[in-house]
């Protein structure tokens, strides 16, 4: 092996057209922290690079990957320490790591993929997130009689996804990697009545240890 | 025209005026005008000429009801005057006019009506035939109401679509609209309200008529603001709903203000149950010359004089059927126009309250008397009124004929629903007599017309809704059903079919937008159209833009009376949708363009990559603008060349039946399948074609990763979970076309270039042809690497996660230069493999062929009957058979003009097969096709000849059947 002198560097499926102000790189991804301009929200976040598994097991249900046992039910959604376990169906669950830097091991077993390079993995935030998601989705991710967090499986902007909902103002998703660039552009583009902008990573973060902070303190929210 | 002086019940703002131009002159709104009232205001009466005959037609309703007042703006036809908010600067024409509104040249068809019965279009100029292309040409020339101009704007205003979840859904924003939203809501459920009005408050909005001593716009104002106030309601005014379909989904377009973010979007509600209260309108009277302008409903006149301060008339005569036409009288004349006579249909059952102020304010009223004919051209000036029992007749002076026969409910909603409808003999109106599971009805269309009642009616229908949707409201709703059932009923409608005397060649109007006539329905019924959904296509009622508003009712109970068909037994016409109009840019929605992209799309892009659609894939086809890619396939027969092909179907198969699971599907016995070895295999479907072909390797114990071809990838998870669903098997299966890019790196160097980003060893020993290894490339990409040879010569695929694609073709473009790598597109590839005669399904496989006919039954275990493999008994059956279509390859004779793919293979005059794939091979040095042809013609040495015509000369090509192996047919540069 002789050549080797270009640059390492995994590269997300989205690119927002906008001035990234702070980046960093971590397990070989280039990460924007913050986008200049970012506004008031609501915001477009990509976190394409967070890590990804699928688990499928006859007894999905008794797994506890990370720790966190898998919901009972499809649909249901467990956040904990960081991870999300999201029960897909009968035998499947995807695992997203939302918090923390650290990049986890793939837990042992046959029945663990990592899938983190498969999918675009965007986070819609702050105020008016569900207006934004009127725009390119006919889910009802935030019926209120279901509860949330939880998991939509259905077409956003007539693709499938992996919709969580976390809250009235975060839904995070996932699609098929391939459709990255051009989904972003065109949620961007449709949801542009509602002041969608890109935002940097940092956005997400800080959310997320609000969110689950408050998620701690509330004895009245679903178990975990 | 001044503005009337300011009242409560006004919607403009007078001090804010807007300029616009009319016709190329100049004229003056105000802010909260539509286009209509504007035009109004400025005198306009002659908006538009009719279709047919080039009448002249004014404004009629204020809802969009007609074509009559479709104008073009700013060069956009088709825009409803009478729903579209005046913008400054807009420039307004009419349509459907050669000269002036007033003086149109076509006026003159008028007369020639004659020549124009129900279902000319079908029956006349037909004969002798060649003569109707002339006709037609100049019919449509002389048709149809706008002219659309290719050359303006490109605006696309749809550019949005919002999709709405609710637990109610309520059509109609009129008190019995807002009463149901303000009942669903007390359950706590999310409550979407739809009015297509710029404002709430139905027919309460512009109303002065005291109610327990408050005015009833007052107490529209008054619903609103609670419904404003109440968090789990939404509201969306200026949102015609265009339909009300199953499972409750409500859809619509949003009409957006002046600097909103379009000019109007599509809007869809999922809601769990629906409230219907669309309300009523005024149901036009058929009468001589209904169509002049100046005639128009009561309450158009009265809106225009409460809402947009504009006076409607100097003397009006009013010829009605319902009591709103009685209170229209009153507060018209309070607002200044000299009302002549109040004639009504009805000859008792008046509210005797308005009869009184009728009489007050010195009114002559004369019930049992309607209009028969009204007077002028360009506008009206006068009326003949006639007794219902067709006794005497009067003439009266006017400007202003304010005519209808009584209401009718607005049944769109209802209709395109599904809602079973019936005619009431009570209220005159069709009427639900069946609903959908969780669609309710409320307010004036139940024939209502107390308001209290109405919003009885609401309130009960929103409860029920609410309840429907899962909130337990028992007791309210036991409570508003008293309500309900201790309010006034519904009152009695108006009955006239048309006015009395009417003449059977009587040019009074059922329906504006087509020019449908009275004489029009008698002579579809004559000819034996005599049901209303049949006159309707053969006469075009209710087939413009209008649909059913104006011809709606009318139809049905003039067939009827024609007929005499008793009323009970009356039957209406479906109402189509879209209720009301959208633009088509509208229906077209934002242009979604999603669609995916590979990892290496902007890499290949800076290179010159040309892309084409592959399914939901953008990918490279060429790199030069030569479409023959010469140099491309040059230097991967020559050098060495790398394939973006990432779409590549990518899975992993485990678990202890994940190999039962692989025999099923494929034809080959995939128990052969060994570590580090890449076992070829295609799957067939039930009759033996062939569906998908791959490589399948095992990683682990019970543990595979396999190929399968682009197209197929989406599919091939459920195609193993449907034949595998009765075994009960444990497997499981994960898609990673996604997760892994894939380069296919190409040519005699090919090993070259990989040797110098990898430390593994690549000698043809230790990685022969067929291998499989997981190798580290570069600064520690893990790579899964195959040695295979699609395109004919030593390659490896190279299977990466998608985030290192980038990094791994920047490594092998640096690596590969300095033997002149150059990237190959999807068309290169797909000559270099049909060189070597590989096939690609669907190109060189189709239904007709089995997995044997294309030579590739050497894959088939055919031993193997204890797995069931998918098309195993059709291969079986169909092996012994002849005469089918079997692929071959074929030297083509030179000629003038080559034949192309999908040429068809003849012999004689027997058409044999086709051209599936042909090129002309640098290569090779002559041009070489694919083809599937029967089995007679199959044997090699044979000729045949092949026929093309593509630009309409026809040409014949010989051509010798040789084997489908062109190229290297030993494999030894596979091997290499």
Redesign the interface.
């Known amino acids: 092996m002789t050549a080797t002198a270009t640059a390492r560097i995994r590269r997300s499926p989205v690119r927002f057209d906008a001035t990234a102000l702070e980046r960093t790189s971590r397990d070989g991804w280039d990460i924007v922290r913050r986008y200049s301009d970012e506004g008031g929200g609501p915001w477009l976040v990509d976190l394409s690079h967070r890590c990804r598994w699928d688990l499928q097991h006859p007894d999905v249900g008794n797994q506890r990957p990370f720790g966190v046992p898998v919901p009972s039910k499809p649909g249901e959604v467990a956040i904990s320490d960081g991870f999300a376990v999201n029960r897909m169906n009968r035998t499947q669950a995807s695992l997203w790591h939302l918090g923390g830097n650290d990049r986890p091991a793939t837990p042992s077993g046959v029945g663990f993929t990592e899938t983190t390079d498969g999918h675009c993995m965007l986070a819609f935030l702050g105020p008016e997130t569900a207006s934004v998601f009127e725009h390119l989705s006919d889910l009802d991710v935030f019926d209120p009689e279901r509860g949330l967090p939880r998991l939509v499986q259905g077409p956003v902007l007539h693709v499938p996804c992996q919709v969580v909902a976390l809250g009235s103002n975060a839904v995070i998703l996932t699609l098929s990697r391939g459709y990255g660039r051009t989904f972003a552009e065109a949620a961007l583009q449709f949801a542009r009545p509602c002041g969608l902008r890109p935002a940097g990573e940092a956005r997400f973060d800080e959310w997320f240890v609000r969110w689950a902070s408050t998620r701690s303190s509330d004895p009245s929210l679903p178990s975990r | 025209m001044a503005r009337l002086p300011a009242s409560p019940t006004q919607r403009i703002d007078p001090s804010r005026p807007i300029r616009f131009r009319y016709w190329g002159g100049e004229a003056e709104g105000v802010a909260g005008d539509t286009v209509a009232s504007a035009l109004y205001a400025a005198g306009v009466r002659v908006f538009s000429r009719s279709l047919k005959y080039h009448r002249p037609r004014g404004l009629y309703g204020l809802d969009g009801e007609s074509a009559n007042t479709f104008v073009a703006i700013d060069g956009v036809p088709n825009e409803a005057a009478e729903t579209t908010l005046l913008r400054p600067g807009m420039a307004i024409a009419a349509q459907n006019v050669r000269g002036s509104p007033e003086r149109d040249l076509y006026g003159i068809l008028d007369r020639f009506d004659g020549l124009m019965p129900a279902g000319f279009y079908y029956r006349l100029f037909h004969r002798p035939a060649r003569l109707w292309p002339f006709f037609q040409e100049r019919l449509r020339a002389m048709a149809g109401v706008g002219v659309l101009q290719p050359s303006g704007s490109r605006e696309r205003p749809g550019?949005?679509?919002?999709?709405?979840?609710a637990e109610v859904a309520v059509v109609g924003g009129g008190p019995a609209g807002m009463a149901a939203a303000l009942a669903a809501a007390e359950g706590g459920?999310?409550v979407c309200l739809f009015e297509r009005r710029l404002h709430l408050g139905g027919h309460l909005d512009w109303r002065t008529r005291l109610v327990d001593g408050q005015p009833l716009h007052r107490r529209a104002t008054e619903l609103a603001a609670r419904v404003a106030a109440c968090p789990n309601i939404r509201v969306f005014t200026h949102a015609p709903v265009t339909g009300v379909w199953g499972e409750n989904l409500v859809t619509g377009f949003l009409i957006c203000p002046e600097g909103g973010?379009a000019r109007e979007y599509h809007y869809?509600c999922?809601a769990r149950s629906v409230v219907v209260a669309s309300g009523c309108t005024e149901r036009p009277l058929v009468f001589e010359h209904n169509d002049r302008p100046g005639v128009m409903p009561a309450t158009t006149a009265w809106r225009l004089a409460a809402s947009y301060g504009v006076l409607p008339g100097r003397r009006a005569v009013f010829a009605g059927g319902d009591d709103s036409s009685l209170e229209a009288a009153i507060e018209l004349a309070g607002y200044g126009v000299e009302v002549a006579a109040v004639a009504d249909a009805r000859a008792e059952g008046h509210d005797p309250e308005l009869v009184a102020a009728i009489g007050e304010a010195g009114i002559r009223f004369l019930p049992g008397w309607t209009a028969g004919a009204a007077r002028g051209t360009n506008r009206v000036t006068g009326v003949e009124l006639r007794r219902i029992d067709g006794g005497r007749a009067e003439e009266l002076r006017c400007d202003l004929l304010l005519a209808n026969a009584g209401l009718q409910s607005l049944i769109g909603p209802l209709s395109t629903l599904k809602a079973q409808l019936g005619y009431c003999t009570r209220t005159g109106m069709f009427q639900p007599t069946r609903l959908p599971e969780r669609a309710f009805v409320a307010g004036s269309m139940l024939g209502l017309r107390d308001v209290a009642a109405i919003e009885a009616s609401g309130r009960l229908a929103g409860l029920e809704a609410a309840a429907a949707a899962?909130w337990d409201a028992e007791s309210q709703i036991r409570e508003a059903r008293d309500a309900v059932r201790n309010a006034p009923g519904p009152a009695a409608g108006c009955f006239l079919a048309c006015a009395p005397g009417i003449g059977r060649g009587a040019k009074a109007f059922v329906d504006f937008d087509e020019d449908g006539s009275y004489k029009n329905v008698v002579e579809s019924a004559q000819q034996g159209f005599d049901v209303p959904e049949l006159a309707k296509r053969f006469g075009g009622f209710g087939l413009g833009p209008g649909q059913y508003h104006v011809p709606g009712q009318n139809l049905a109970m003039i067939m009827a009376a024609l007929a005499g068909t008793p009323l009970d037994q009356l039957s209406g016409t479906t109402v189509r949708p879209p209720l009301v109009p959208p633009r088509l840019a509208t229906l077209a929605g934002?242009g979604?363009?999603?669609?995916?992209?590979?990892?290496l799309?902007d890499a290949q892009a800076a290179l010159g990559a040309i892309f084409r659609n592959a399914g939901?894939?953008h990918r490279a086809r060429y790199f030069s603008t030569d479409l023959s890619c010469r140099e491309e396939i040059r230097n991967v027969r020559a050098n060495v060349g790398v394939l973006d092909s990432?779409?590549l179907g990518k899975f992993?198969i485990?678990?202890p039946d994940a190999q039962k699971a692989l025999q099923r599907v494929y034809v080959s016995d995939m128990s052969k399948t060994k570590p580090g070895r890449c076992k070829y295999s295609a799957m067939c479907n039930d009759t033996g074609n062939l569906m998908d072909d791959g490589v399948v390797v095992e990683i682990?114990p019970?543990?595979y990763y396999f190929t399968t071809s682009s197209a197929r990838a989406g599919a091939t998870v459920e195609w193993f979970r449907y034949h595998t669903r009765h075994d009960g098997w444990?497997y499981?299966l994960?898609?990673?076309?996604?997760?892994?890019g894939s380069l296919n790196l190409a040519g005699p160097n090919a090993r070259k270039v990989l040797?110098?980003?990898?430390?593994a060893d690549l000698s043809n020993a230790a990685f022969p042809y067929m291998g499989y290894r997981e190798i580290v490339v570069?600064?520690?990409?893990p790579v899964r690497c195959l040695r295979l040879g699609f395109v004919g010569e030593l390659s490896y695929e190279l299977h990466a996660?998608?985030?290192?694609?980038?990094?791994l073709w920047?490594?092998i473009m640096?690596?590969g230069a300095e033997f002149g790598i150059r990237p190959f597109g999807l068309e290169a590839q797909s000559c270099l493999r049909a060189e070597k005669g590989h096939v690609i399904i669907g190109t060189e496989s189709e239904q007709r062929v089995t997995l044997t006919d294309i030579g590739m039954g050497f894959l088939w275990d055919s031993k193997d009957t204890a797995s069931k493999k998918v098309g195993a008994p059709a291969l079986r059956h169909a092996s012994g058979q002849t005469d089918r279509l079997k692929l071959v390859g074929l030297r083509i004779d030179q000629a003038e003009r080559r034949p192309e793919d999908g040429d068809i293979v003849i012999d004689g005059t027997e058409v044999v097969g086709y051209l599936c794939t042909t090129r002309m091979s640098e290569t090779l040095g002559w041009q070489y096709g694919l083809a599937l042809i029967t089995d007679r013609h199959a044997p090699e040495g044979g000729t045949v000849q092949i026929y093309s015509n593509p630009r309409g000369t026809p040409s014949v090509t010989h051509g010798t059947v040789v084997a489908p192996h062109f190229y290297d047919p030993e494999g030894a540069r596979l091997r290499a």
Request: aromatic residues 10%; contains cysteine.
């Open positions: 550019r949005f679509e919002r999709y709405l979840n459920g999310r973010i869809e999922r899962g934002p979604l363009a999603v669609h995916k992209e590979t990892p799309h939901a894939w990432s779409p992993r485990y678990g682990g019970g543990d444990e499981q994960v898609n990673l076309t996604d997760t892994l040797a110098k980003i990898t430390d570069g600064d520690g990409v996660p998608s985030s290192y694609c980038g990094y920047d490594l640096a690596a």
